[in-house]
């Protein structure tokens, strides 16, 4: 049985019988195998001949250029070697690393890749320095620590001795002001403007400002607290006053003080879609409830009819277990 098929014209030729089709095929593949074989030799020839070998992967540019290689230990050199690796640069601290492009829109760190991410917001770090060693013996999980933190605030200092005596930026209301990337505005006192001027900062997603020294993560907060009080006590953090999302941008002094991470979250503002309007409340079977979160654990305050009534008993419970923290409901003196 011979096979046909169009062709431009729309006259129709044969292909011959389905053996002579198989065998055509057969061929075709072959030819893309030879060629895909010689394009892989020629990228080892090109890799050699630009100084690469055995544990070293090559960083191309976005042409496929060869720019430089990072060195990887011999059992990870295969799975490494299937992806595409490029040459990147930290915009703080002109460190050279290797990245690639493990989804659309998602790329992962070369040191990542073969350690794993650490946990707790932890990092990986070269033991020499180098960011494009990557064997396993330079690769080590860090978290940060007081040290880390000190040195952050020291360059910070450093950045303020030696720039220009810029005017202090400030909004309507004479308040000074940090201009993030995003555009938004966040309070600072005047005291601290000028040595928080020297960073770049961003908003990040919980709505809070957020830069990068050094390679090292830190929020606007945490480190106007270090400049002033020193470093923050270990399980302790840096939260804001008067809660709302709108206020997590107010990082003057007054508005800043040490919590726990359960009393941060207890100073976390009202969803806008509760059924109540009122902290610890929620309406459920037709009444009332109250109840508070202490340590991790949910305390039940009773069902009441009036919702008044289910705010006063959370308030009694907020000061019991968070004090002068507390988050309170405003409520009418007579209830």
Avoid at 8 to 30: H, N
Avoid at 93 to 118: C, S, W
Avoid at 231 to 242: F, K, Q, S, T
């Amino acid at each position: 049985m011979a096979y046909v098929c169009p062709d431009k014209a729309g006259s129709y030729k044969s292909l011959g019988s389905y053996t002579t089709i198989c065998e055509a095929a057969a061929v075709a593949l072959k030819k893309r195998q030879e060629l895909q074989a010689a394009k892989v030799a020629q990228q080892l020839e090109d890799e050699v001949r630009a100084g690469g070998g055995p544990g070293k992967i090559p960083l191309r540019d976005r042409f496929g250029k060869i720019r430089a290689f990072a060195h990887v230990s011999p059992e990870d050199e295969a799975p490494v070697r299937q992806h595409k690796w490029h040459l990147a640069q930290h915009p703080e601290t002109d460190k050279l690393y290797a990245q690639t492009n493990i989804e659309v829109g998602k790329t992962m760190k070369m040191q990542l890749f073969i350690v794993g991410k650490p946990v707790d917001k932890g990092r990986v770090c070269h033991i020499n320095g180098d960011g494009l060693d990557n064997r396993r013996e330079n690769l080590r999980h860090a978290v940060r620590t007081s040290g880390d933190v000190k040195q952050l605030v020291e360059t910070v200092k450093y950045r303020a001795t030696v720039c220009c005596d810029d005017d202090i930026v400030r909004n309507d209301d004479g308040v000074a002001v940090i201009v993030l990337r995003c555009g938004s505005e966040a309070l600072v006192d005047d005291g601290m403007w000028r040595l928080l001027s020297q960073c770049s900062w961003s908003l990040e997603g919980w709505g809070y400002a957020a830069t990068r020294l050094d390679g090292t993560g830190i929020l606007m907060q945490t480190l106007i607290w270090t400049l002033v009080h020193g470093p923050v006590p270990e399980g302790l953090l840096v939260d804001h006053i008067a809660n709302g999302r709108e206020n997590r941008l107010d990082n003057r002094l007054a508005n800043l003080r040490l919590n726990t991470r359960g009393g941060n979250m207890h100073n976390k503002a009202k969803s806008a879609n509760a059924s109540s309007r009122y902290h610890g409340v929620s309406l459920v079977g037709g009444r009332w409830q109250a109840s508070i979160m202490f340590e991790g654990t949910p305390h039940l305050l009773g069902s009441y009819h009036r919702e008044e009534n289910a705010a006063s008993a959370y308030n009694k419970a907020a000061i019991r277990f968070y004090g002068d923290k507390a988050n309170l409901n405003k409520l009418d003196e007579a209830v």
